[in-house]
């Protein structure tokens, strides 16, 4: 341990304190570990000298030495797996500096001002966060690129940041970030987070899929001893954390602080933006197989939809008139690709690489090959579940038509027709879905699929995606979604409507060039209320014709 200050602040002080208080528990198990073995030696010592002779000493004697034997082997076992368990890595875009030079440059320029080791280097994240992450330990080579022990931990910047932000506003937003390097080369704070990254890296291995049948029993103790002691550090660590980065945020308090407080709006916009996009535009792209492949330049364009609709993000257009952050990349939209796909196997779970049922889409091909094929995949469905449910066709044109779900769905008053329906949907949809997942599987990579090399298996082994974002939907919402498509097919067909692409609600019904939004209200009196006459109202209105035909996927 270090017997010097880090720096004169009380954050660096209360972080130094903490690290070695896990410090001091990670001694405490080294002593529990040691105390038969110490108590070995002085009953061994006393016989040699004949102070502790006897039959009964004698038995004591033998019988301490073998546990101890026994508890020193399996100490070194339990700490011979800690040590070589693998820490998670978060799954990231690489960025060497041939990329993005005048990107590195930003962010050595803004370490020399604020006096503090620069990053090794940079990755970019698909999302709104930034961080330092430790990559020094040897299963963390990725391309062949290996860290020594003690080298600066990586940036990792989030890529919808590079998009959005300009190069001011993100040199001021990374600065409390970068400021976090010269606490990370303390020795006791990177062998307080070695040692804590180490047990959650046991915990998760003790908690994965079963290994071999010989190392199985192992792995279980040593997963059980690693909790133990995770819990008894756990709180000291988290503070150790909060410390750093109190300590970070005030040592950078004198490189662009002002601007910084301005700055920090623009991160919860982009968040918002970015989560908007994932959920409303990127899901359904990727249900269909498609993964939108420049996720960051729809940020911004959602971010501007937004500031055009609400009075409260009036002036945040007159930022684009600087200079972005992603013109630090040599080639931004490379750049994005990646992070697009990375976006789409993190947060959908979909193949490394691109293949005939996953592809990706550029922006103005999406209303066709997204928006179009969804409506009419969604059309399809609805019409399979009402030939399953013996349902008859509607009087008129044989085919499918929009008439002959109206006519269903309002037989029954209170939308008790719906509930039948939307059972039988959302249980076509589930075997639909499962049907696709051994599909995407096989897509992956061997690497990824055994867990072996890929970089989002470093992650832990857990199963993709890592965070879905499919939120909770009733079967109701399933019925409406599908209505909804069935509308907007039959408004295609018969209308000349278009489908489009709104930035913040997702796939859009287009009429005469403009967004028609008014249409969830009479299809939800459809199927909550069996009510169909505001929606024959609605079609009338844009003479759509419900007893004509449509074209299915």
Do not use: N
Not at 319 to 345: I, K, N, W
């Amino acid at each position: 341990m270090s017997g010097t200050a880090i720096g004169e602040s009380v954050g660096a002080r209360g972080a130094r304190s903490k690290a070695l208080a896990v410090l001091r528990v990670r001694g405490w198990a080294t002593a529990v570990a040691l105390l038969p073995a110490a108590v070995a030696v002085i009953l061994l010592a006393g016989g040699a000298t004949g102070r502790l002779s006897g039959t009964g000493w004698d038995a004591a004697r033998w019988t301490v030495t073998a546990c101890a034997v026994v508890v020193l082997l399996a100490a070194a076992a339990v700490a011979a797996v800690i040590t070589r368990a693998t820490p998670a890595l978060s799954p990231t875009v690489e960025l060497p500096e041939r990329s993005a030079p005048d990107l590195y440059r930003l962010v050595h320029d803004l370490a020399e001002r604020l006096d503090v080791p620069a990053p090794s280097a940079l990755a970019l994240t698909p999302d709104c966060d930034s961080w330092l992450e430790d990559r020094t330990h040897p299963a963390h080579a990725i391309s062949g690129t290996r860290r020594r022990p003690g080298e600066a931990p990586v940036l990792v910047i989030g890529s919808p940041f590079l998009w959005w932000m300009r190069v001011a506003e993100l040199r001021a937003v990374l600065g409390p970030v970068v400021a976090g390097t010269v606490l990370a080369a303390d020795p006791d704070i990177a062998a307080a987070r070695r040692f804590v990254r180490g047990l959650d890296a046991a915990v998760a291995d003790a908690a994965g899929p079963g290994k071999r049948s010989i190392g199985r029993p192992l792995s279980l103790a040593t997963g059980r001893i690693a909790r133990l002691l995770l819990r008894g550090c756990q709180m000291h660590a988290a503070e150790m954390e909060r410390w750093v980065a109190a300590a970070a945020s005030e040592r950078a308090q004198g490189v662009d602080y002002g601007l910084r407080i301005v700055a920090q709006e623009q991160v919860g916009l982009a968040y918002a933006g970015w989560d908007r996009l994932l959920t409303r535009v990127a899901l359904p792209a990727w249900h269909m197989g498609r993964w939108p492949s420049r996720l960051d330049a729809g940020v911004v364009a959602a971010l501007t939809e937004l500031s055009r609709r609400d009075r409260l993000a009036e002036g945040f257009t007159s930022r684009l008139g600087e200079r972005p952050a992603c013109d630090l990349l040599e080639e931004p939209g490379t750049v994005d690709e990646a992070a697009s796909l990375l976006a789409a196997r993190l947060f959908h779970g979909g193949p490394a690489e691109v293949g005939p049922d996953w592809s990706p889409v550029d922006w103005q091909r999406y209303p066709d090959e997204v928006v179009d094929r969804k409506w009419r995949t969604e059309a399809a469905r609805i019409h399979r579940v009402l030939d399953e449910l013996g349902v008859p066709p509607a009087t008129g044109p044989e085919g499918p038509t929009l008439a002959r779900v109206i006519e269903h769905l309002s037989q029954r008053p209170g939308g008790a027709a719906s509930d039948d329906l939307a059972a039988a949907l959302t249980a076509r949809t589930a075997r639909e879905e499962a049907a696709r997942e051994p599909a995407r599987v096989q897509g992956r990579p061997a690497a990824a699929r055994d867990g072996v090399s890929d970089v989002l298996a470093l992650w832990g082994g857990d199963p993709l995606p890592l965070f879905p974002l499919q939120p909770p939907r009733t079967g109701r919402d399933l019925l409406a979604d599908h209505v909804v498509a069935m509308v907007c097919c039959t408004a295609i067909d018969t209308v000349g409507a278009a489908p489009g692409l709104d930035w913040l609600d997702g796939p859009a019904l287009l009429i005469d060039g403009e967004r028609r939004s008014d249409l969830m209200a009479p299809v939800l009196s459809l199927v909550e209320d069996g009510d169909a006459q505001p929606l024959r109202l609605w079609l009338g209105s844009l003479g759509v014709r419900p007893e004509k035909p449509v074209r299915l996927a």
